[in-house]
């Protein structure tokens, strides 16, 4: 029997396959009844229409199972709500590493999204525009790279 | 009648109806970038709205859910704006119905965010954030089209001029909104009506458009006698549902 904390923990987001439900800032708690050996996991979702989220806690399950620890619970709160500031470094690394510009820090306290420079993923270059600002999941927006005329996506910042 | 439930209700079918109409852009849309942005704008909408729906029907304890208020209740029973409600008309017509309903729950999302129930705050604060996000987007392409072509800005002006009078119900009050605000769930419809003008007559400004006097003020949705429109939306939305109670994928 494994660790019900490193089992669920290595869930990587069905989106987003670099990275996992734990270095996204999604999973919140995973708590275990110490008699009952039940585990509870809490997570919260990026946005609140996300459709990854029946997978999500599918997969939790399906890996607490395999972790030996079959009587599990999943609970999904809303608040406090998620932020991209809750990405990890790690997995700011591996999103950047996958072609996935990483999100800007979330201004305090405002909900108003900027249009600060987006360094292109594989070059560097900050000479870069917006394509899109919605793209291929709810979280990304489209972007193309002026110096070497690559589109990629870019994590919005929330 | 449970205010809390009528009050989830009104917030949710906002939400749901408006997801439904943003709906019907997929694969219509002007430019592919901009399908995918309305898909996108009305799955953050959904969202909102199963959450609310959700918890309406907790707060009614009937024993329905999400699905049941959404597919099995009848257009009298809805109680979302009529704005949501109204045809898409053209692009313009959809982003000025979406400025002033993005403007509009942005404003009062804020608010929620202070309300004294639980719930309903911790739903707020998730959903305004990406209102934010839509605001900004319908606010772009208002200013784009009301400050661009002679046949834009008309176009973009004749969408404003039909769609204001619908934004008066948003902050019409009532004897349900004056015991919610009395007990710290809701805002007080007033003060959310001056910040909404300041937004919204801002973008009108830096779009060279005009913005309309009241003419007339249509209300009702928020009682469920809405235009006709709602009625043949639903019956879109509802049909495969009702047709096959139960069935799962």
């Known amino acids: 029997m494994t660790d019900p904390r490193a089992a669920v923990a290595a869930v990587v987001d069905p989106e ?4 996992t439900i734990d270095e996204l800032g999604i999973l919140r708690a995973v708590d275990q009844d110490p008699a009952t050996g039940r585990v509870v996991v809490t997570i919260t979702p990026t946005y609140t229409g996300c459709p990854a989220m029946d997978v999500i806690r599918a997969d939790i399950r399906r890996a607490l199972t395999a972790a030996g620890h079959p ?3 999943v609970r999904t709160v809303y608040r406090p709500a998620w932020s991209t500031d809750w990405i990890s470094d790690r997995g700011r690394e591996k999103l950047a590493a996958a072609g996935i510009a990483p999100p800007a820090p979330v201004r305090a306290g405002g909900v108003v999204p900027l249009t600060l420079a987006v360094r292109c993923p594989r070059c560097g270059s ?17 972007w193309r790279c002026r110096s070497c005329s690559e589109p990629f996506d870019h994590l919005k910042a929330l | 009648m449970n205010d809390l439930f009528e009050f989830s209700l009104r917030l949710g079918d906002d939400a749901l109806v408006a997801a439904q109409r943003l709906g019907e852009w997929a694969t219509r849309a002007p430019e592919m970038e901009e399908d995918i942005a309305l898909a996108n704008i009305a799955l953050d909408q959904l969202g909102a709205a199963r959450l609310l729906l959700s918890y309406a029907g907790e707060v009614e304890g009937a024993g ?7 597919y099995l209740r009848d257009d009298r029973e809805f109680r979302n704006c009529l704005l949501v409600e109204l045809p898409n008309g053209d692009f313009a017509v959809t982003m000025a119905k979406l400025l002033f309903l993005s403007a509009y729950q942005r404003s009062h999302y804020d608010r929620l965010v202070a309300s004294s129930d639980e719930r309903i705050a911790a739903i707020a604060a998730k959903a305004r954030k990406e209102s934010a996000y839509h605001l900004d987007h319908s606010s772009l392409w208002v200013r784009r089209l ?19 009078p619908y934004a008066y119900e ?12 009395e007990r710290g769930v809701a805002p007080a419809p007033a003060t959310l009506r001056d910040e909404w003008l300041s937004i919204v007559t801002a973008v009108l400004d830096e779009a060279t458009l005009t913005r309309p ?3 007339w003020a249509p ?6 006698v809405h235009t006709e429109h709602l009625s043949y939306l639903l019956a879109e939305m509802q049909v495969l549902h009702r047709a096959h109670p139960g069935a799962k994928w």
């Open chain 1, 16 to 19: 987003i396959r670099v990275i």
């Open chain 1, 71 to 73: 009587d599990a619970e």
């Open chain 1, 126 to 142: 900050p000479e870069t525009e917006q394509i899109s600002r919605f793209g291929s999941t709810a979280c990304k927006a489209l």
């Open chain 2, 64 to 70: 329905r859910d999400e699905d049941a208020l959404a």
């Open chain 2, 146 to 164: 009301g400050d661009g072509t002679e046949e834009s800005h008309r176009r973009m002006q004749d969408a404003v001029d039909a769609v204001w």
């Open chain 2, 170 to 181: 948003l902050f019409a009050t009532d004897g349900l909104i004056d015991r919610l605000v």
């Open chain 2, 213 to 215: 006097d009241l003419s």
């Open chain 2, 219 to 224: 209300t009702g949705g928020r009682d469920g």
